[in-house]
């Protein structure tokens, strides 16, 4: 079992930035490799960022490229999204998850362990 919190979210303004974290505890020797997703009112949940354990995969979402950058620290269990040049079209509740596999990271259905989600508001 793994378990996935998230921090970091906020109101911010469009132009401004935000950093989430995701800290991971329990068995997460067995992590392949974590990523992002957020999810709008009304909408489907969006791909955002992924980054393997050692690294040697990072992947972005379409709509971030460029803005977002992801990270982790693996003595901390932690996996970073750093967002730069907010938009309001950036609001979402903001998950991140876990995969013991790797394969499609834009794919939600490949992850295995979710945490409770984290609020980014960017106001116009």
């Known amino acids: 079992q793994v378990r996935l919190v998230e921090s970091g979210g906020g109101l911010v303004q469009a132009g401004g930035s935000l950093r989430l974290s995701c800290a991971a505890s329990?068995?997460?020797?067995?992590?392949?490799?974590m990523g992002w997703f957020r999810q709008a009112p009304g909408k489907e949940r969006e791909f955002v960022a992924a980054i393997s354990w050692s690294e040697d995969v990072i992947d972005y979402g379409d709509s971030v490229q460029g803005r977002f950058t992801i990270s982790r620290d693996n003595t901390k269990n932690t996996v970073y999204l750093q967002m730069n040049r907010l938009k309001p079209e950036d609001t979402a509740v903001y998950y991140c998850?876990?995969?013991?596999?790797?394969?499609?990271?834009?794919?939600?259905?490949?992850?295995?362990?979710w945490g409770q989600g984290t609020q980014v508001t960017v106001s116009s």
């Open positions: 998850a876990d995969t013991k596999i790797g394969g499609d990271y834009f794919d939600h259905f490949l992850y295995d362990y």
């Open positions: 329990g068995r997460t020797f067995h992590s392949y490799a």
